[in-house]
């Protein structure tokens, strides 16, 4: 079946430190793919999306690029904030036959940003 | 209204015991989904629902789970025969249309904890 696989963290970064979080993925079909994060005591929030290959989703200077050869969908960030500690979840939409929307997620990988 | 609304916010209850939890869509979203989020790991889907009827509930782990939305708008899932093994976040998301590229909306999730 269709599954998410993500670096395991925690990231432990220094402020203005250059950010990758690797994301890999297995599907059939032409999934759409984003990245979810969750803010501490805060619920999921949409980061970024990509919908087809090649497309490039971005958002706050996090970028991320549907690569289908590689079947990847990693997090960059240039320049990393304290206020950008949180937990990233990568997903792909489990389309399937119907269209319905549903996400798989990844296990989710906390960054931690030191000042 | 205008966000996911999802209450409790936090239960606790005693093994063996019924609980509900309540999801409150955005208006005008027909689709709803719930997922269960254990410590440490990305959230797991359950079930969905297209409008009043549930579409996919293949998530669903055993006969001890159930949701209904009766009208269409609100949501409850039920556990039956609460086990420890229940303990977790209990998110709820909707979106305006099932699709693949459609963005989910989450609620800030119910903490379920059985003792």
């Known amino acids: 079946g269709n599954s998410v696989t993500q670096m395991e963290g925690p990231v432990t970064l220094s402020e203005e430190a250059f950010l990758t979080i690797n994301c890999t993925y297995t599907?059939?079909?032409?999934?759409?793919l984003f990245w979810y994060v969750q803010y501490p005591g805060e619920g999921l929030q949409l980061l970024l999306k990509?919908?087809?290959?090649?497309d490039k989703g971005s958002n706050k200077g996090f970028e991320a690029t549907y690569r289908k050869e590689t079947t990847s969908f990693h997090l960059e960030k240039g320049s990393v904030q304290v206020s950008d500690s949180a937990v990233y979840f990568c997903?792909?939409?489990?389309?399937?036959?119907?269209?319905?929307?549903?996400?798989?997620f990844g296990q989710g990988t906390t960054l931690q940003v030191k000042p | 209204g205008a966000g996911v609304s999802q209450t409790p916010s936090n239960k606790v209850t005693e093994k063996g015991k019924y609980v509900e939890l309540r999801c409150d869509p955005i208006?005008?979203?027909?689709?709803l989904y719930w997922y269960r989020q254990s410590l440490g790991q990305g959230p797991e889907f359950l079930i969905y629902?297209?409008?009043?009827?549930?579409?996919?509930d293949s998530g669903l782990p055993n006969d001890r789970f159930f949701a209904v939305r009766p009208e269409g708008s609100v949501s409850t899932l039920k556990i039956q025969r609460t086990e420890r093994g229940d303990s977790a976040v209990y998110l709820c998301?909707?979106?305006?249309?099932?699709?693949?590229?459609?963005?989910?909306?989450f609620g800030a999730g119910s903490r379920l904890t059985v003792l």
């Open positions: 998301a909707s979106s305006l249309m099932p699709s693949g590229a459609n963005v989910l909306t």
């Open positions: 599907a059939t079909g032409y999934p759409s």
């Open positions: 997903a792909l939409s489990d389309g399937g036959s119907g269209n319905t929307g549903k996400l798989i």
């Open positions: 208006s005008g979203h027909t689709a």
């Open positions: 990509a919908t087809k290959a090649d």
């Open positions: 629902f297209q409008g009043t009827g549930a579409a996919d």
